[in-house]
């Protein structure tokens, strides 16, 4: 299918995830990876996901257990510290809350801010020359975007070209410095 795991890249994530070798037999855990990825990269609600990935049920709680322990994130850390890009790229663009995330008042991790636009957030990202991700941080809306550029910038290799995007550099006359 479209969106299913390569054979090198299910060797390069397959280390990272948990191992229970007790009680119940696991579901294939590449098979429930790639209804993951399906999900992520259709924009599909979990429930439209094809019966071929299996039950919907699993991926979502999978990838809901997986996130609270912080798996995701060590993937994306030692994938990205295997990565060796020449040129890389930082930008850092808004992303407009959905209604039904605006509610949630109390919760103070959601990372929303109040904007001109109304309640956004940014998403900070290194990216490399293909456009594939380095780095991720996500910040309230209205945060500059200098606030997370150290932490997105420290595993910098030397000798590492960093070129800011056209809305990153440009003047207030619009024209480039």
Request: hydrophobic share 40%; proline share 6%.
């Amino acid at each position: 299918m479209r969106y299913e795991l390569a054979d090198h890249e299910w060797t390069a994530i397959k280390p990272m995830l948990p191992n229970k070798p007790r009680g119940v037999p696991r579901v294939n855990v590449r098979r429930v990876l790639n209804g993951i990825f399906w999900v992520l990269r259709s924009g599909a609600l979990w429930r439209d996901l094809p019966t071929a990935f299996g039950p919907y049920t699993t991926c979502y709680n999978r990838f809901v257990r997986w996130r609270r322990a912080g798996i995701w994130g060590r993937i994306i850390d030692a994938l990205a510290a295997a990565h060796d890009a020449a040129v890389q790229m930082i930008d850092a663009p808004l992303v407009r809350v959905h209604q039904h995330g605006a509610c949630i008042a109390r919760n103070q991790r959601q990372l929303m801010g109040r904007s001109r636009g109304g309640l956004t957030s940014k998403i900070h990202a290194v990216v490399d020359s293909n456009g594939l991700p380095v780095r991720l941080a996500l910040s309230p809306g209205e945060a500059h975007d200098v606030r997370l550029a150290g932490k997105l910038l420290s595993r910098l290799k030397s000798g590492s070209m960093l070129l800011p995007t056209v809305a990153m550099t440009r003047t207030g006359s619009g024209s480039l410095p």
